[in-house]
């Protein structure tokens, strides 16, 4: 008899032991995921959106693939309102000849206020 509930004491301490922690993970998991979240609500608007669209395809912060890359852009132009409407305008209509023969694709599908988020956030870069 007093094995008999020796080994349910023992079986009852390792249900306790083991719901514990499986509550501790999900309370660490939870943390994790509130952490990540809040990481991804810090990043700026601008490249938030930028990372929504194609823009990646052709440019990366720091090296030229087939267009400048952001920096480039950055440190070429005044950060002005007047060339943040101008850089908006070009992502929305799309160009061909500041940076060579290589056209930009036009982005009619994003608004003036996104377009000029993502420009804003490219001044940010500027060495």
């Not at 301490?13 to 509130?34: L, W």
């Not at 309102?81 to 992502?91: F, G, P, Q, R, S």
Request: glycine share 6%.
């Amino acid at each position: 008899m007093k094995k008999n509930i020796w080994a349910l004491s023992l079986v009852a301490v390792f249900a306790v032991a083991c719901g514990g922690n499986q509550n501790n993970q999900t309370q660490a998991d939870s943390t994790t995921q509130d952490v990540t979240t809040k990481q991804t609500a810090e990043e700026p608007l601008g490249k938030q959106l930028m990372s929504k669209t194609d823009c990646s395809a052709c440019h990366t912060e720091k090296s030229k693939i087939v267009g400048p890359s952001y920096v480039q852009v950055a440190e070429k132009y005044e950060n002005t309102e007047a060339n943040i409407t101008m850089l908006a305008d070009k992502v929305i209509k799309g160009g061909v000849g500041v940076w060579g023969e290589v056209p930009m694709t036009p982005h009619p599908q994003l608004s003036e206020a996104d377009a000029k988020e993502m420009i804003k956030y490219i001044f940010t870069l500027k060495k």
